[in-house]
C-alpha cells in the first residue's frame, strides 16, 4: 500500500489533453524566448563590449587597441543576432525551466518531486558556475596564448631606401573578425557549462540507482581517457585550455564520486530504518530488499 505522502497527484487527463498542454507550454516558452532575444538585440553592442573584455584585457598588457573588425558586409547583423541568441536564452531560462517543471510535476510522486528539485536548482547554477570560470579564467589564458604567435617586425628601426635588395621586415599582428571571435567565445562559455553539469547528471543517476559510487570508481580510467578526449573535441588547438579542462572535468568526476556515494549512504539509512536493508552472505555486500514502492 502507498504512503499518503507518495500519492501521485490528482492527474487522470487523456494522452491527447497532456499533448495540448505540452503543446501550449512549448509555444509560451517560445514566445519567453523570443522576447528575451528581442530585448537584448537592442543592447546587443553593449554585450558585446562586455564580451569583448578578455581580449581587450590581453590586448593592453601587450600595448595594443583592442579593435575587431567585420570582413563581410553581413557579419555586424549577424554578430548581433547571435549574442541575442545567447542572452535571449538566458533571460527565458527560468521561464522555460518553470513550464517544463509544471508540465512533469504532476506525474511525479510527492517525495519524487522533493529529490528532483534540488538537481532542477543545482543545473542553472553550475551551467552559470562554468560559464564564469571559463569567461574569467579559461578565455583570457586561451587568448593569451593565441596573441602570443604575433609577429612585430621594424621595431621602428628604419629600413634603407637605396637597397633594392632590403626587405621591410614583416609584421603579422592581430586584426580580428568580430564574428570568429564571438564565436570561440561562446564555445568556451557553452563548453565549460556543460561540462560543470557533470556532478549533477551522475548525482542524479546515482539517486535513480542507474550509477555507484563502486562502479564510477572501476571505470575511472577509462573516464579519465574520455575526458581527454573531450577536451581535444570542445576545445582550440592549444594545450594550456585542454590541460585546464581536463583538470576541471576531472575533478568533477572525483567529486560526483563523493556526491554519489553520500547518496548511497543516505539511501541505505532510509531503508534500514524501514526494516528493507539486508547483508548479502554470499556476495558479502549490502543489498536493498525487493520492495514495490509505487504499489
Known amino acids: 500500500m502507498s504512503a499518503p505522502e507518495d500519492e501521485i497527484d490528482e492527474s487522470s487527463a487523456p494522452l491527447i489533453e497532456h499533448l495540448a498542454e505540452l503543446r501550449n507550454r512549448l509555444i509560451h516558452s517560445v514566445v519567453a524566448f523570443i522576447i528575451g532575444m528581442v530585448i537584448c538585440f537592442t543592447v546587443a553592442t553593449p554585450i558585446f563590449n562586455f564580451l569583448t573584455a578578455p581580449l581587450c584585457q590581453v590586448l593592453a598588457e601587450r600595448g ?6 567585420f570582413i563581410s558586409p553581413q557579419e ?9 541568441l545567447l542572452g535571449g536564452f538566458i533571460l527565458a531560462f527560468p521561464y522555460i525551466a518553470n513550464q517544463m517543471w509544471r508540465f512533469v510535476a504532476p506525474g511525479l510522486y510527492k517525495s519524487e518531486k522533493g529529490a528532483f528539485l534540488p538537481f532542477l536548482v543545482a543545473s542553472p547554477f553550475m551551467f552559470f558556475l562554468g560559464a564564469a570560470f571559463a569567461f574569467y579564467v579559461v578565455t583570457p589564458l586561451a587568448y593569451d596564448f593565441f596573441l602570443g604567435f604575433q609577429q612585430f617586425g621594424g621595431d621602428g628601426e628604419a629600413v634603407p631606401t637605396g637597397d633594392p635588395q632590403a626587405a621591410a621586415p614583416l609584421s603579422v599582428v592581430f586584426q580580428g573578425s568580430a564574428q570568429e571571435y564571438l564565436n570561440l567565445t561562446i564555445k568556451f562559455i557553452v563548453a565549460f557549462g556543460l561540462c560543470f553539469q557533470l556532478p549533477v547528471l551522475l548525482t542524479l543517476m546515482g539517486k535513480a540507482g542507474l550509477v555507484s559510487a563502486a562502479g564510477l570508481k572501476a571505470v575511472r580510467k577509462f573516464a579519465v581517457v574520455g575526458i581527454l578526449v573531450l577536451a581535444a573535441l570542445v576545445t582550440p588547438p592549444d594545450v594550456i585550455t585542454q590541460i585546464i579542462l581536463f583538470v576541471v572535468v576531472y575533478g568533477l568526476y572525483e567529486i560526483s564520486i563523493q556526491l554519489v556515494a553520500r547518496v548511497e549512504k543516505k539511501r541505505e539509512k532510509e531503508l534500514r530504518a524501514q526494516g528493507l536493508w ?5 556476495e558479502d555486500e549490502a543489498v536493498p530488499a525487493a520492495e514495490d514502492t509505487k504499489s
Open 278 to 282: 539486508f547483508e548479502d552472505d554470499d
Open 64 to 69: 595594443q587597441d583592442c579593435t575587431l573588425i
Open 76 to 84: 555586424g547583423f549577424f554578430v548581433a543576432i547571435k549574442v541575442s
